[in-house]
């Protein structure tokens, strides 16, 4: 279950795709102790830039590593000028967004940063895992709060954020101590994270929640609730009853 069965890298990944110049670009996405590297090749040398805006606006983001992105294109003095238009409605079908479209991008992708940041000043929202994308100057908030009261606080902090011109809060969801599954979650996933250099990518984890079934995590994790995947289940963990899960229960969810 979002966000406690997804990593880092892959809510880095959702984000891009999020974005128009970057959702069509092949870009690998590796996270380790908060410090994002991303690689691949890029239409020209201004978007590494437009790249580390997204990512930081990832919730547990706290450095991004661009050194890895090249460019298809060789900088020029053009590079450098500050755009002052709106992007034009085909921006996303540029081959290189256009220089002054993509400065533009650049600029207001920045409200999600400056929204992620503004949740996170705030006492009651600091620990929520909330994740802020952002469709032109529109941002989305994805994650989990503990409460309705929270949920409702964090939707008014991103509206009175400077530059928001609308919120989609829909896929922010209230679960029952969101904070400490995050923190479970996290913490599991640190202990299971392969030496640097393995090619193999770690197992995800979860904390077993009251009334769970091994099926429907199964459900959850896998999209298949057939006996062979909570079994897989099982089997990782040494359950011999499938039946007889409990709360609390952290379950390696292999691969």
Same mark, same amino acid.
């Given at each position: 279950?979002?966000?406690?069965g997804k990593s880092t890298a892959d809510r880095v990944k959702e984000a891009f795709e999020q974005q128009e110049l970057l959702k069509n670009l092949d870009l690998k996405v590796e996270e380790?102790?908060?410090?994002v590297t991303v690689s691949g090749e890029v239409p020209n040398p201004r978007y590494p830039t437009l790249i580390k805006v997204v990512a930081e606006g990832i919730k547990g983001v706290s450095q991004v590593?661009?050194?890895?992105?090249?460019?298809?294109?060789?900088?020029?003095s053009t590079d450098t000028r500050a755009s002052q238009h709106v992007p034009s409605q085909n921006t996303s079908q540029q081959g290189d967004g256009g220089l002054d479209d993509l400065q533009q991008v650049i600029q207001t992708s920045q409200i999600a940063k400056a929204v992620l940041r503004n949740l996170e000043a705030n006492a009651e929202l600091k620990d929520d895992p909330i994740d802020v994308l952002q469709t032109g100057r529109s941002v989305i908030l994805r994650g989990a709060v503990?409460?309705?009261?929270?949920?409702?606080?964090?939707? /008014? @902090? %991103?509206?009175?954020?400077?530059?928001?011109?609308?919120?989609?809060?829909s896929g922010l969801k209230i679960v029952e101590q969101a904070k400490q599954q995050y923190r479970d979650a996290q913490a599991s996933s640190?202990?299971?994270?392969?030496?640097?250099?393995?090619?193999?990518?770690?197992?995800?984890?979860?904390?077993v929640q009251s009334g769970d079934t091994l099926s429907e995590?199964?459900?959850?994790?896998?999209?298949?609730?057939?006996?062979?995947?909570?079994? /897989? @289940? %099982?089997?990782a963990n040494g359950i011999s009853d499938p039946d007889l899960i409990r709360a609390g229960q952290k379950l390696q969810i292999p691969r």
């Open positions: 279950m979002w966000p406690f380790r102790g908060g410090t590593d661009v050194s890895q992105v090249h460019s298809t294109q060789v900088a020029t503990d409460s309705q009261h929270e949920y409702n606080l964090a939707e /008014k @902090i %991103a509206q009175e954020t400077d530059g928001v011109a609308s919120v989609d809060a640190k202990q299971s994270k392969p030496a640097q250099g393995h090619v193999n990518q770690p197992d995800e984890w979860y904390t995590i199964a459900q959850r994790f896998y999209g298949d609730a057939s006996r062979d995947s909570y079994m /897989k @289940i %099982a089997r």
